[in-house]
């Protein structure tokens, strides 16, 4: 009885330490109390040997055998995902198994927020100050005729033929993946703008008389002039009248779009500038949208307020002064533009 309790000890012992070690390993901390995030990579076609090995190699596991013995032991050497993810030193081997059998990667989306007025050069700006889209021509995409965009969007089918996307960038937040295409980032904006036209509003324009095209266009001016969507309503109704009636819309943003400056007030020579987008010069809407406007401005290109005001100006306070008079108007630009 003796030499076989002997025996017994001799294999317990031996498995009693093992044991004791193994739970030690995986479930206490890892090497230390770093808890600042390490990127590991998982690649895909990688296994539980290649995955312990670079575990151990960035200091996150004690040990590769007890990692591998954890795998094997629970049945999930199989189920470690590839993936990029955030680990650091006082996780357990637990946590990190959790970690990557569930494929708790690093998000690969990246926030992208595009501002109510931005033109298509403002919006490639952001983007390269972003680092969204190196080495994709964005530029390129958005100036192109792509009959596809026509065919998958019945509000493009207006579109003068050979212009691009000027007015059509839905202003929002967006959620692009880091490897987006330029394409991917146009369809997410696009899809947005489809969304946000409703049948309502598509069947009030044509009731109008109106295309989508000549409102966006219309919204994009309004856009770049007042803020409040209550201004942005009235100078829909002065601008509006102002083209029923064949006058010229005077617009400075139209101005502001062809110098490429804001300017609190612009000189006559500014005004005779020769463009086909200077409303000073040629009346009606101009050629094509000047930025990409909101939801707000294409609502007040469409749905205006009746007015009898005629002129309008931003006052350095931001305050929109409304007139009926062209003498009126003189006076407020005397006391508001100073």
Request: charged share 25%; hydrophobic share 35%; aromatic share 12%.
């Amino acid at each position: 009885m003796k030499k076989f309790l002997k025996i017994l000890l001799i294999l317990i012992f031996p498995a009693a330490l093992f044991f004791g070690v193994y739970l030690n390993a995986v479930s206490g901390p890892i090497s230390g109390n770093n808890k600042d995030g390490i990127v590991f990579v998982v690649k895909t076609g990688e296994g539980a040997n290649k995955i312990a090995e670079n575990l151990y190699q960035k200091d996150l596991i004690k040990s590769k055998f007890y990692f591998k013995f954890y795998l094997w032991n629970n049945n999930l050497e199989a189920k470690l995902q590839a993936g990029e993810y955030v680990l650091n030193q006082t996780m357990n081997p637990r946590d990190i198994v959790e970690i990557l059998s569930w494929g708790r990667a690093v998000s690969k989306e990246k926030t992208i927020k595009i501002i109510e007025g931005w033109n298509i050069k403002d919006i490639v700006s952001y983007f390269e100050k972003e680092g969204v889209l190196q080495g994709g021509n964005f530029l390129e995409v958005v100036n192109k005729d792509n009959p596809d965009y026509r065919k998958n969007y019945e509000f493009l089918a207006d579109r003068p033929k050979n212009s691009g996307l000027e007015g059509y960038l839905f202003p929002d937040t967006y959620k692009i993946y880091e490897d987006a295409t330029p394409n991917d980032i146009v369809q997410k904006m696009l899809k947005n703008l489809d969304q946000k036209l409703t049948p309502k509003m598509r069947d009030d324009i044509k009731k109008q008389g109106k295309t989508i095209y000549e409102i966006i266009t219309m919204a994009s001016i309004i856009e770049k002039e007042v803020r409040s969507f209550g201004d942005m309503k009235l100078v829909s109704g002065v601008f509006w009248n102002r083209i029923n009636s064949g006058r010229a819309l005077e617009s400075c943003a139209s101005l502001a779009y062809i110098l490429g400056v804001n300017k609190p007030q612009y000189t006559i020579e500014d005004t005779n500038i020769d463009s086909p987008y200077n409303t000073y010069k040629n009346p009606g809407l101009p050629p094509g949208p000047i930025a990409n406007p909101g939801f707000n401005a294409i609502t007040a290109a469409i749905y205006p307020d009746k007015t009898d005001y005629n002129y309008f100006l931003s006052a350095s306070t931001g305050e929109t002064i409304f007139s009926k008079t062209y003498d009126e108007h003189l006076r407020n630009k005397a006391k508001y533009l100073k």
